[in-house]
């Protein structure tokens, strides 16, 4: 993320819990922490604790809600991925294709 998003979600945080000190150190550690997250998603991530009642007399922890870019990839593409990775690894060879055709043709 960058300064200006991590301003803007910390400054969303100060708005719902008024205890937090805007500070350079706050700043700080959440700049570090959402080194690598996605914005849009870690925002909606906030308003879902934001909307969850046993939340609302505590400010969130980065690990509360932010989500890597990592975390944002369809699970269905990475898996796709994975296989293409695996069967590059291991190509299929002729002689596995004709012992499978026998197999199946007697």
């Known amino acids: 993320m960058t300064k200006t998003e991590v301003f803007q979600l910390a400054t969303s945080i100060k708005a719902m819990y008024n205890y937090v000190v805007l500070d350079e150190t706050y700043l700080d550690i959440w700049l570090m ?3 690598h997250a996605d914005f849009q998603a870690t925002m ?16 969130p922890l980065p690990a509360d809600i932010v989500v ?9 593409s990475e898996k796709m991925q994975q296989w293409e990775a695996e069967a590059k690894a291991r190509p ?10 026998r197999q199946i043709h007697g």
């Open 68 to 76: 890597t870019k990592k975390e944002t990839i369809d699970p269905e």
């Open 44 to 59: 909606q991530r906030f308003c879902q604790y934001i909307s969850d009642p046993k939340c609302r007399h505590s400010a």
């Open 92 to 101: 299929v060879k002729h002689e596995d294709f004709e012992w499978m055709r």
């Open 33 to 35: 922490a959402t080194k």
